[in-house]
């Protein structure tokens, strides 16, 4: 029980993570329409999904289950994309 809970369900948050970003990055890419974005919001969250990076990091080398790091490189991996694209586009106009 104990495996499941830090091994598959972090896998499968990272499922629902991919489900909740990869359309939105989609729509920014076809679009370049980055006026309702917040660019402080994306800064703010990639800290925080930075610093979560590094606590998920240091369970694994502390305890060796890799469920948590997994959902939080790609969160923060995914967030840094749209991060980009709200730069990227902002600049544009």
């Known amino acids: 029980m104990e495996a499941l809970l830090?091994?598959?369900?972090?896998?499968?948050?990272?499922?629902?993570?991919?489900?909740?970003?990869?359309?939105?990055?989609?729509?920014?890419?076809?679009?370049?329409?980055?006026?309702?974005?917040?660019?402080?919001?994306?800064?703010?969250?990639s800290i925080a999904l930075g610093l979560l990076w590094t606590n998920a990091f240091m369970i694994f080398t502390a305890f060796g289950t890799f469920g948590y790091l997994i959902t939080e490189t790609l969160n923060l991996g995914l967030a840094l994309v749209v991060l980009g694209q709200v730069i990227s586009y902002r600049k544009e106009k």
């Open 6 to 45: 830090l091994e598959l369900i972090p896998i499968l948050a990272t499922v629902f993570l991919t489900i909740c970003y990869v359309p939105q990055i989609i729509k920014i890419h076809k679009t370049k329409d980055v006026s309702s974005q917040s660019l402080m919001f994306w800064i703010l969250l």
